[in-house]
C-alpha cells in the first residue's frame, strides 16, 4: 500500500510518545516498559496494562508485535489484528469507520477484515508509525495490501497530544473519488474534518 506519511507531514513528531499512554478511564499500550535487549525482548510475552482489561494493542518496547508478518515492504509490515489489536478497541474502531462511512454512504466494516500496518520512520527512536487498516471484505483487502489500489480505503491512525490519545480516520472510495480525513477524539467525538495532526499544529 503507498505510504501514508505523504498525507501527515509533521507526525513523525508526535508518535514517539506514543509508548505507554493510557486513555483516561480505558487502558493503554500493551507494554510501557522501557526499552530492553533483543536476548529480553525475545523472551518477553505480552503484558496487559491493568490487570482484566485487555489493551488496545498487542506489543513490545519496541513496538513490535508478538507474530510475524503476513506481509512486508520496505517501509510497510502488515499483521493481521487477531493477537495484535484489542478485540473491544478492534469493535470500537470499526463502529467509528462505519459512523464515519455513513455520511458518504460508503460500504461498512466488521472489523473482523483488518490488518496492523507498520509504517518504518527513519528519525527519532526510529519506532514504527502504528495504524490499523480495515477493509469491508477479503477482495478489497487483498486489493490494498497485495495490489497496492485500495477501492474502498478505511486507515486510522494514532497522534498524541499532552499525553492524550487522538485518532485520525482516513476513508476513500476509489470508485466514486471521495476521500475523507476525520480527527476523533478518544470518547469517538468528531474534532475536525482533517488530520488531528494540521487540526491541532495547523495547516
Given at each position: 500500500?503507498?505510504?501514508?506519511?505523504?498525507?501527515?507531514?509533521?507526525?513523525?513528531?508526535s508518535?514517539?510518545?506514543?509508548?505507554?499512554?493510557?486513555?483516561p478511564?480505558?487502558?493503554?499500550?500493551?507494554?510501557?516498559?522501557?526499552?530492553?535487549s533483543?536476548?529480553?525482548?525475545k523472551?518477553?510475552?505480552?503484558?496487559k496494562?491493568?490487570?482484566?482489561?485487555?489493551?488496545l494493542?498487542?506489543?513490545?518496547?519496541?513496538r513490535?508485535p508478538?507474530?510475524?508478518?503476513?506481509h512486508?515492504?520496505?517501509?510497510d509490515?502488515?499483521?493481521?489484528c487477531?493477537?495484535?489489536?484489542?478485540?473491544w478497541?478492534?469493535?470500537?474502531?470499526?463502529?467509528?469507520?462505519?459512523?464515519?462511512?455513513?455520511?458518504?454512504?460508503?460500504?461498512?466494516?466488521?472489523?473482523?477484515?483488518?490488518?496492523l500496518h507498520?509504517i518504518?520512520?527513519?528519525?527519532g527512536?526510529?519506532?514504527?508509525?502504528?495504524?490499523?487498516?480495515?477493509?469491508?471484505?477479503?477482495?478489497?483487502?487483498?486489493?490494498?495490501?497485495?495490489?497496492?489500489?485500495?477501492?474502498?480505503?478505511r486507515?486510522?491512525?494514532?497522534?498524541?497530544?499532552?499525553?492524550?490519545?487522538?485518532r485520525t480516520?482516513?476513508?476513500?472510495?476509489?470508485?466514486?473519488?471521495?476521500?475523507?480525513?476525520?480527527?476523533?477524539?478518544?470518547?469517538?467525538?468528531?474534532?475536525?474534518?482533517?488530520?488531528c495532526?494540521?487540526?491541532?499544529?495547523g495547516?
Open positions: 500500500m503507498i505510504s501514508f506519511l505523504r498525507f501527515f507531514p509533521g507526525l513523525l513528531l508518535v514517539s510518545l506514543l509508548t505507554g499512554l493510557a486513555l478511564g480505558s487502558l493503554a499500550w500493551a507494554s510501557s516498559e522501557p526499552a530492553k533483543d536476548s529480553q525482548t523472551e518477553s510475552k505480552p503484558q496494562t491493568f490487570e482484566g482489561i485487555e489493551p494493542f498487542y506489543l513490545d518496547s519496541k513490535r508478538f507474530i510475524e508478518p503476513f512486508k515492504t520496505d517501509s509490515e502488515y499483521f493481521i487477531r493477537g495484535t489489536v484489542g478485540e478497541y478492534r469493535q470500537l474502531l470499526a463502529q467509528d469507520f462505519n459512523k464515519l462511512a455513513e455520511r458518504d454512504g460508503m460500504p461498512p466494516v466488521s472489523g473482523s477484515t483488518c490488518a507498520l518504518a520512520t527513519h528519525s527512536k526510529k519506532l514504527p508509525i502504528v495504524a490499523v487498516e480495515m477493509f469491508p471484505g477479503a477482495d478489497d483487502m487483498r486489493s490494498c495490501v497485495l495490489a497496492e489500489t485500495c477501492p474502498q480505503l486507515t486510522v491512525m494514532l497522534y498524541v497530544k499532552d499525553r492524550t490519545l487522538y480516520f482516513i476513508l476513500g472510495d476509489a470508485k466514486r473519488r471521495v476521500k475523507r480525513q476525520y480527527c476523533l477524539d478518544n470518547q469517538s467525538k468528531i474534532l475536525a474534518e482533517k488530520s495532526w494540521r487540526h491541532f499544529e495547516d
